[in-house]
């Protein structure tokens, strides 16, 4: 991994972003992307996880945040991931309605056995690219991106017609993660 995407800061403010592995559409199920917001508020209250913006695509999901508290950020992305990744595995296990479970789950075993460091099921891949937020520009610019994702895939019109994202935030209406720490834009 090049130097330029790891975590030096312990304080600093990061985007990043982070793929289900082979790009699989997994997150076109609520109930998934659920999991992944229930995830983030119990980071926010109990881990000292600080967001000002996310947004969960079918098969990705970017993230500005920062640790203020005790967990440095590496470690806070890596406890949440592979909370998330246990906790998803088990619900498309679980979920009666998921078509492609079998598939899935062998799309899972098989990144699994691609790698030394994951015994049943790897859900996530390995790169996050954090990169440190050495600017409000750069910021901004992060902050418009994640919002306009949703956008840019033909999901929505708007950016805040996206449900599964922080611009609901930014555009004044609440959204679904509380405690988000809104930016001026301008």
Known sequence: MSRNYKFHNPEGVYFVSFAVVEWI?????NEYKDILLESLAFCQKNKGLEVFAWCIMPNHMHLVFRSAGDNKPEDLL?????????AIVQAIMD?????????????????????????????WRHDNKPIEIWSNKVLVEKIRYIHNNPVEEG???????????????YSGEQGL?????????F
């Not at 890596?78 to 246990?86: A, L, Q, V």
């Open 78 to 86: 890596g406890d949440f991931k592979r909370f998330t990744s246990r």
């Open 25 to 29: 559409d997994v997150f076109t199920r």
């Open 155 to 169: 999901l929505v019109f708007k950016p805040e017609n996206y449900v599964y994202s922080s611009a609901r935030d």
């Open 95 to 123: 979920n009666p309605k998921e078509s492609r479970r079998n598939w899935l789950l062998e799309q899972f075993k098989k990144a699994a056995t691609q790698s030394s460091n994951v015994k049943h099921h790897q859900f």
């Open 177 to 185: 993660l509380d405690n988000v720490i809104v930016v001026d834009l």
